[in-house]
């Protein structure tokens, strides 16, 4: 008795929104009560259509109720809370939006505990026991709760579903087989499941097996990056003690330099001031006799002049101009030229080391190598800015707009010698080294014109084919005209079909040895790719018959 007293205050005093004990009760026109933040949020839902009703008895209220705490409820709950109630059990909780609830409940129902494939009802706890209890029922299939059993009644014929249509992939009922299904592929939905299922477990299985080896390349690629780091910070420690002490040299070079300069100037300079010094006395020396000779000059007595004339001292022997040999005056200059020579060297070692440690830097970025790009927003990402190098321009070819252009000439141009000048080809190298992943355009005009690569240690001299772009091991071009595209290499060449532009895309590859033509207009468009191995850095070389002019993409 006490436990159904408990049951029907529980009933009594729950709020039928949220199934708990009222919390600040209110009671509204109709009788019914519920919380007061349930109701307005219930009601604040539908304020839209300004028309209110009541969640149990659907009685509606125009315009909204105010809102008032029933203390007397809320002090019978309390009182309730104080004598031991407690909120029902979930198991026997109502139903409430997101929850299955029990087909054979009347009134209020209650969450359902588990459903019957066989019967295809829902049960809560206590009518689901004739289940647990009949023996027939006992070999129901049971499972979770789903609100989807409908699903397993055939729409056209309302029978179970218990086969399933391998022809036409679909789970079917008896009188579909008889019917549509005919000579139909079919199965019992449960052979089918097996054999689903089973291809599920080797699914499953594949999967687990993909996820051990990832988890093994995780740890791989986690352990790399450890090392990268450590070998990274360790190089980095030491390349800059090493530039540290390379600093420290020539710091100190040039402290001896210095130091030397200014010794012999001061040695020099003494030197000149003790000569200058003498110079003076002996001016002075010859300014005081001159004086006497002119007051003597003067003397109107001729025998006090010939009395005193004989007695004057004889002039020393003159150190004149002439004793003074002074070259031409060069003073430290060819010490400077010395010293911008030194710098020039320097500069070349430097570039020619820089070049072979930027090579070693960025195949470390082959770890991860991506795959090339297949659009030119992918390769703008790439994108190298190049310039030409006058040194190694054919004294035929004109540099301008920055050293991105270069044009062929009638005459040749005012360029020094330079043993890296080409002096038979038309030809021009970049003065940037290339490595790593790059990308560049080309815009080209006239009778014929080579794009590509080489490195730097190409031969210059001369019209060999060890010169010539594309003629040998040493040079990979894309020969241009109005007539088409071919590649050379080596002095094999391949000639490509497909229309011609006026602008050619270079995507290069170096830690892969990828290198790749492509047309540039409206679209991006592949014309050669080469996949090789390249020892060297590599410079961005043109051959020209015309002109041609390099671009930085964006």
Known sequence: MAQQAVHVYRETFSCSICLDLLKDPVTIPCGHSYCMNCIKSFWDENKEKK?????????????????????????????????????????????????????????????????????????????????????????????????????????????????????????????????????????????????????????RGNIQQRIQDREKDVKLLHQEVEAMNHSADKTV??????????????????SDVKQQIRSQQETEVSRVKDVQEKLEQEITELKRKDAELEQLSHTEDHNQFLLHYPSLPALSESKGSSSINIRPIRHFEDVTAAVSELREKLQDVLRDSWTNISLMVTEVDDLLSGPEPTTRTGFLKYSREITLDP???HRNLLLSERRRKAQRMCQHQSYSQHPDRFTGCYQVLSRESLTGRCYWEVDWSGQQVYVGVAYKNIKKAGWGNECVFGHNVNSWVLSCSQSGFSFGHNNIWTLISGPVSSRVGVYLDHAAGLLSFYSVSETTTLIHRVQTRFTQPLHAGVYVCGSVKFFKPR
């Open 51 to 203: 028309i209110y009703h009541c969640p149990q008895c659907r009685q509606t209220f125009t315009p909204r109720p105010v809102l008032q705490k029933s203390t007397m409820l809320a002090a019978l709950v309390e009182q309730l809370k104080k004598t031991g109630l407690q909120p029902a059990p979930a198991d026997h909780c109502y139903a409430g939006p997101e929850d299955v609830a029990c087909d054979i409940c009347t009134g209020r129902k209650l969450k359902a505990l588990r459903s019957c494939l066989v019967c295809l009802v829902s049960y809560c706890r206590n009518h689901l026991q004739p289940h647990l209890d009949v023996r027939g029922l006992k070999k129901h299939n049971l499972v979770e709760p789903s609100k989807n059993l409908q699903e397993k009644i055939c729409s056209k014929h309302d029978e179970v579903m218990k086969l399933f249509c391998r022809t036409d992939q679909k789970c079917i009922c008896l009188i579909c087989l008889m019917e549509e299904h005919k000579d139909h592929d079919t199965v019992s939905a449960a052979a089918e499941r097996t054999e689903r299922q089973r291809e599920l477990e080797e699914r």
């Open 237 to 254: 420690e030491d390349s800059e003690e090493i530039f540290t002490e390379l600093i420290r040299l020539l710091q100190e070079r040039s």
């Open 391 to 393: 040194n190694t321009a």
